[in-house]
């Protein structure tokens, strides 16, 4: 059924707006559109993705900080973000099994490589809320979906050719704290997504954030837009370790099925004989 909604958005995409490249002929707020249009034409992701997160991070003398960079191997369930994670050491050394939900704009790591860069940020939990749990199954299945094309959240500022590559500067209209894409780079014959600029936040001790500007590459697997690396930049004159970040999404792949026990912690010290590596 999830194959309708594709094909649906991929229609509006290419009917409704026309196959005309970005040459001036669509308006800017069209353009926009049709940038998102096809981003979301590959959507929903593939129903599980696993991948190897590389973490390097910056100490404020400029060297790497190493006690917080690492590698983290993730097997995902793309419908909620649930993930196992596990902790790669020197060699062949594991860490403990972990239940992670890779978001951003959160005080997690970013991701997975196959998040919607066009969905808003979440609202941010309060002071002692919990986090929230597992899904209990899976979602139901979409039969449908309806696209407004001609809406975004953003105004257009500007547009510029660039080689092979159309360049977009965006302003959101509303919700800044949410909506947070400023600068979008397309294949300017396909409108295929290349590269964005993006607001994030670093969470620190004492409930203390600064703003964080994501430059996100993209990718693609089987066919699919993926995340590939993010170079972050903190601001607010922050000038302590991490203030210059870099993740890597590197060994990507779409499994068909991953065990269900896999995203539920609660079950991790049964099946921990049989932990992935």
């Known amino acids: 059924m999830q194959i309708f909604r594709t094909a649906l958005v991929a229609i509006l995409a290419a009917g ?12 800017p707020q069209k353009t926009l559109a049709r940038i998102r249009a096809v981003f979301r034409s590959h959507r929903p992701p593939a129903p599980y993705v696993t991948y190897t997160l590389v973490r390097a991070q910056q100490a404020a003398n400029g060297y790497p900080d190493y006690p917080n960079s690492y590698t983290y191997h993730l097997w995902c369930r793309t419908s909620d973000n649930a993930c196992l994670g596990r902790k790669v050491f020197r060699e062949d050394a594991r860490g403990p099994l972990e239940f992670l939900q890779p978001v951003f704009n959160e005080d997690v790591d970013p991701g997975p490589p196959t998040a919607d860069l066009f969905q808003k940020a979440r609202v941010r939990r309060q002071a002692g809320e919990p986090s929230p749990t597992p899904a209990p199954s899976p979602p139901l299945a979409v039969i449908g979906s309806v696209t407004a094309l001609g809406e975004t959240e953003y105004n257009v500022t500007s547009m510029a050719i ?35 600029v993006a607001t994030d936040k670093l969470f620190v001790l004492h409930d203390k954030v600064y703003p964080v500007a994501f430059t996100i590459t993209m990718g693609e697997h089987r066919g699919r837009p993926v995340v590939t690396d993010i170079h972050g930049v903190v601001g607010g004159g922050y000038d302590d370790d991490g203030a210059i970040v870099d993740y890597h999404f590197e060994n990507i792949i779409f499994p068909v099925s991953l065990p269900s026990w896999y995203f539920n912690p609660r079950d991790y010290a049964t099946y921990a004989s049989q932990s992935p590596e």
Do not use: C, F, M, Q
């Open 16 to 27: 409704i707006l026309g196959a005309t490249p970005a040459t001036g002929t669509l308006s």
């Open 162 to 196: 660039e080689g092979e590559l159309l360049h977009v500067s965006v302003v959101p209209r509303r919700d800044v704290d949410r909506n947070r894409l400023r600068e979008i780079w397309v294949d300017k014959h396909t409108y295929e997504l290349k590269k964005i």
